[in-house]
């Protein structure tokens, strides 16, 4: 975000200053009144990609605890000490990568306060589950001020449910297909079943839904476009920075000739399983050399270790037309 004179509202300097010393130098204000939610004369505040993104995660970190304590369920302080480290982690993102006009960042740092304070209480002595309260508020509060295309519908909780349905149901059918006739039944599986379950789940989404690789076996399906390759390098580097490969995904609104789009990566990282088919070439049997040979005379996605990114499931949806 732009970086303004000193003058932000002191309560919201003094969250900021107690989580995250970055967020303290560039969320500043000159303006006196910036703890004040207000619309843009009468319209939302425009946003752009890293604040859609980071406001998708931070709704998505606080979904699953938020339903267990409505359902009544008790949340161990470990798990609150995660979800406050991932709000204050994705705040960061928005600080350092948000390029708003200095009256919406104003009105961002309202909800920022809110979220930041939500995280204090997560992992105070005791922590308070309470906390979850502030950053659902704050979550609840950003769309009645800020547009942000594709919000009402779900955000990334429609694409990510979609592809861990992929990846469920072709788990399951490589699994059948091992057990019964080892990986050579594995290759017509990723043939003939994966682009049969992505059509299926994009004619009843309205979400194209398709897989990408870092090295592609089918070049009429696998290639990544220029979106893609950036997500799956950012991928990547999520990866070896230590983040959990189930975390590890992007959702992104796009804004282009056709309208806004709504673009979800997942991340596929190669489980032992895997091996079989894209681990080293001198580890597989003639008869499945022969296999992918024929199904695949381009392929290039073999010499995978385990635990390494292989690819992501990739779900786009058209939001709006020009």
């Known amino acids: 975000m732009p970086h303004k004179k000193p003058g932000f509202v002191l309560a919201a300097m003094f969250l900021i200053a107690s989580f995250s010393s970055f967020a303290q ?71 350092r990568n948000c390029k708003l006009e200095p009256e919406a960042d104003a009105v961002l740092h309202v909800l920022i306060a809110s979220m930041l304070q939500g995280a204090a209480e997560l992992e105070g002595t005791p922590p308070l589950a309470t906390g979850l309260q502030l950053v659902r508020q ?30 469920q149901e072709l788990s399951a059918k490589l699994q059948a297909a091992m057990q019964s006739g080892g990986p050579v039944n594995a290759i017509a599986v990723c043939r003939d079943e994966a682009p049969a379950i992505a059509s299926r789940l994009s004619r009843q989404s309205g979400w194209q839904v398709k897989r990408v690789g870092t090295r592609v076996r089918n070049p009429l399906s696998g290639v990544p476009d220029d979106w893609e390759q950036r997500e799956l390098a950012q991928f990547q580097q999520r990866l070896r920075g230590g983040e959990a490969p189930n975390q590890i ?7 282009d000739a056709q309208g806004q ?62």
């Open 25 to 95: 130098d560039e969320h500043e204000h000159e303006d006196a009144d910036a703890g004040v939610l207000v619309l843009d004369h009468g319209a939302k505040w425009a946003t752009d990609a890293p604040l859609r993104s980071g406001m998708e995660q931070i709704r998505r970190l606080i979904a699953a605890p938020q339903a267990a304590v409505a359902a009544g369920a008790p949340l161990a302080p470990a798990e609150l000490q995660l979800v406050a480290e991932g709000v204050r982690q994705q705040v960061d993102g928005l600080i």
């Open 138 to 167: 704050a979550i609840d509060q950003y769309p009645q001020y800020f547009s942000h295309a594709g919000w009402e519908a779900g955000g990334i909780a429609e694409p990510a449910a979609l592809a861990a349905r992929f990846q």
């Open 249 to 255: 995904d992007r959702l992104e609104i796009i804004d």
């Open 261 to 322: 789009t709504a673009r979800y990566m997942k991340a596929i990282v190669t489980a032992p399983p895997c091996l079989a088919c894209h681990g080293a070439r001198d580890a597989q049997s003639p008869a499945l050399r022969e296999a992918l040979e024929r199904d695949y005379p381009h392929d290039a996605a073999t010499g995978y270790a385990a635990g390494e990114l292989r690819g992501a499931f990739s779900l786009q949806h058209q939001l709006t037309k020009p």
